[in-house]
């Protein structure tokens, strides 16, 4: 296992990705503010580049490779957010990428993720395993493996997100942001933005947020060892179903998270009603539940400002209909 | 008719709204800039309270009401965002808010109205006289009449817009802003941004965009006098279909602009998608003609940068998921 990243890696990943990542907007809203008691702060990371917060760690990295060195490129295996932000990294690096993608992957995702130039190798997510499909075409194509969190220029990238919020919340007259709630699956988002508060706001208690019944990551931060989720299919937040938190993200968010909260796929797609409403944003299901954790009262502020991530907003038109009360049912 | 604002009043109007309104990001994708080869900065004010960037004109214009002077608050006419953002001022300002509203307005801008607390007065779009109506209310309750866009204290709020969008501009690199397209109906939004981008980008060209059929504003600019839509209804650009210019809107927009632009309601629906799809952002379909405008190369950018304003996003989500290729027939 590498070392875990520190803060000083996130500030230098944050100049290394500031040409081509966006500094995502911080959103407020009276609406909210008033519905939940607090001020609270979305990072929306949904109008990140490629749709979701991932570009940032898989630019910090691959950025790193030099061409000639990796003839075959980069590859690396993803639901479809990683998938999407490492292909257009390296698209704009000059390097190759093969994308190890599920089969059940929402179309949208490797759509989105052909459209970067990446070749993409679906799997079957219940039968195979993609880490092992993803070694074997590293080994045949000189190509390095980026992982989708579990590797620490990843998780320093995903960090760069929790450094603007931090600054975005001083910027707003923020003293006190007393949580942060982060979507989390593997937790390298997780982890890149508590070591990057952990600086800024001392007291700040992060919190990642999951989908009911694929919590891996809340019993493990209980139990202290690294649990396994009992299912891998089943849920509407395709983002978030990794069965098991990451070895370097768990050593860094045993050490730095206040807990993990769940939620239903109704309460995922309540908040992406709510956004779309009240927010005028577009969040996928996995995107909106850190928010939803909150709209569904499962953290109650206790007066200061609390920080919001949205993850991402690649989400296929049918389900978002559906979400906003719009749709027929889904094919 | 009062004299218009000047650049100034534009500059007061931002420190007045300041702890209201929301200073909104502007936006860009490195997609929007690849299709339309230049760079595109999108000012989102569907994220700007209410939904759209009619707040700012209102509560600029409300917050000077006295309210012992006033024992009926304010009145006011309108399709539906001004209805919302004066709705809200008035709100915030402790003053009671009465809007003539088209009874074929999105139940949506209803709803949103009256959870401001303001009281809805329906009438016939197409058989009363609104301006009228709201006149017959203000004399009965002692109440102040808000215009949607021909006021001087109006026309410099939603020239904040414009002035941030400036800020913004050289805050993000931009030398030459070749262009701004605007979302335009009675031309309030378009005359405030024009006076303040004249003061920071001279060479900018201000163009007012506008529904087919409904292109009062393009005609009355190349005519030099206020003309007249043919039809009222037949859009579902809904926020755009005032019949005419104002008279104070067009003695500014007359000597500021470069011109009018128009798209149909199909190139609107795409943008809407475009927007959904790319940006991650929820417009309606009068907020997204300007945009429409630029996807359907109807301004064609020489070289410089190129703003477009996101109008508003105030949409019904059965119309929403029309344009975003999910929903069923509209009921």
Redesign the interface.
């Known amino acids: 296992m590498s070392a875990p990243p520190a803060f000083e890696d996130i500030a230098e990943a944050a100049q290394r990705i500031a040409g081509e990542a966006?500094r995502t907007?911080v959103?407020?809203?009276?609406i909210l503010n008033d519905r939940v008691g607090a001020r609270v702060l979305v990072k929306?990371e949904?109008?990140q580049?490629t749709?979701s917060f991932k570009f940032r760690g898989a630019y910090n990295a691959i950025s790193r490779l030099a061409a000639h060195e990796w003839p075959g490129g980069v590859v690396t295996c993803s639901s479809g957010n990683h998938a999407q932000g490492a292909a257009e990294a390296a698209r704009l690096c000059g390097l190759k990428a093969a994308i190890v993608m599920p089969a059940d992957a929402p179309a949208?995702k490797i759509e989105r993720t052909r459209r970067s130039g990446a070749e993409i190798v679906l799997y079957d997510r219940l039968r195979e395993d993609r880490d092992a499909i993803a070694r074997a075409l590293c080994a045949e194509r000189r190509a390095a493996f980026i992982p989708p969190f579990d590797h620490p220029h990843v998780i320093a990238g995903q960090g760069t997100a929790g450094l603007e919020l931090a600054e975005q919340a001083r910027a707003a007259g923020v003293e006190a942001l007393e949580a942060v709630l982060v979507p989390a699956s593997g937790g390298g988002l997780t982890a890149g933005v508590a070591l990057a508060l952990r600086r800024h706001f001392q007291l700040c208690a992060v919190y990642v947020v999951e989908p009911e019944g694929f919590d891996d990551y809340a019993r493990s931060l209980a139990s202290g060892a690294r649990e396994k989720n009992a299912q891998a299919a089943g849920s509407i937040c395709d983002a978030l179903l990794i069965g098991q938190p990451g070895e370097l993200t768990f050593a860094v968010n045993r050490t730095l998270l206040a807990g993990g909260l769940a939620v239903s796929d109704e309460e995922a797609m309540a908040a992406m009603a709510f956004a779309?409403?009240e927010?005028?944003?577009?969040?996928e299901p996995g995107g909106a539940v850190a928010l939803a954790a909150l709209l569904a009262g499962r953290y109650r502020p206790r007066g200061g400002a609390v920080g919001v991530i949205l993850s991402g907003?690649n989400v296929d038109?049918?389900l978002?209909?559906r979400a906003?009360?719009?749709?027929?049912p889904l094919s």
């Open positions: 966006i907007p959103v407020e809203s009276a929306a949904t109008l580049r749709g949208l779309f409403h927010l005028k944003l577009v969040a907003g038109p049918a978002f209909a906003i009360g719009a749709g027929g």
